[in-house]
């Protein structure tokens, strides 16, 4: 799959529009030094596929599928590497702005106290098997959106909540523990249906 790199220096809250050809990969990096908001427009009818790699290592920190004409927000340091995959036929067109975070701000709606020390992280599959958009929200990480019939990988600490969101209440869905297994796939759709019955959502 080619890969096309886009240096981003200096540019705190620049813009940078890309056009991603089928089954291609293009590598954005962020500015020269330190932390932002990634602002991920996908304007296409297409997937498109999202990674956060460590720019030193190359180690994996998150992947999602973001939806066909939606967008969403990601933390991302001069550290990383962002990937924006087009895994289909068509040609995707993508955006993507860097907003500069000040010292102790996080993203919109993440927790401002100082995070507990870090826990030990497992990496596994979120499986949407629907024909249905499923949105979810994880808090101080990202805000994926399933798209029908995709996989996301994520890499996230034990004890970090997966979040669903109905009649505009945040709810539960899971919280990442060790019964879950590195590489496992999780039927998104199945478990949202049983946290729903569980809570009392359910017509």
Do not use: W
């Amino acid at each position: 799959m080619p890969l096309v790199l886009i240096a981003c220096f200096a540019c705190a809250e620049s813009r940078i529009v890309t056009k991603i050809q089928s089954n291609s990969v293009e590598t954005i990096s962020p500015p020269a030094s330190g932390n932002y908001r990634a602002l991920i427009r996908n304007k296409s009818g297409e997937t498109l596929q999202v990674t956060l790699r460590d720019k030193e290592n190359d180690q994996f920190k998150f992947g999602f599928g973001l939806g066909s004409r939606s967008n969403t927000s990601v933390p991302v340091t001069a550290n990383d590497i962002l990937l924006l995959g087009n895994e289909g036929d068509p040609q995707i067109k993508a955006s993507v702005k860097f907003y500069e975070l000040k010292p102790g701000e996080s993203l919109p709606g993440a927790p401002q106290q100082q995070r507990p020390p870090r826990q030990p992280r497992i990496s596994f599959v979120l499986h949407n098997a629907t024909a249905k958009s499923i949105p979810l929200i994880i808090p101080s990480v990202m805000n994926p959106n399933l798209s029908p019939f995709s996989s996301s990988g994520v890499d996230l600490e034990i004890g970090q909540e997966i979040l669903f969101r109905e009649k505009g209440k945040r709810h539960v869905l899971l919280v990442v523990d060790e019964d879950i297994q590195a590489g496992e796939k999780i039927n998104v759709a199945k478990l949202l249906r049983e946290r729903r019955k569980a809570l009392g959502l359910t017509n």
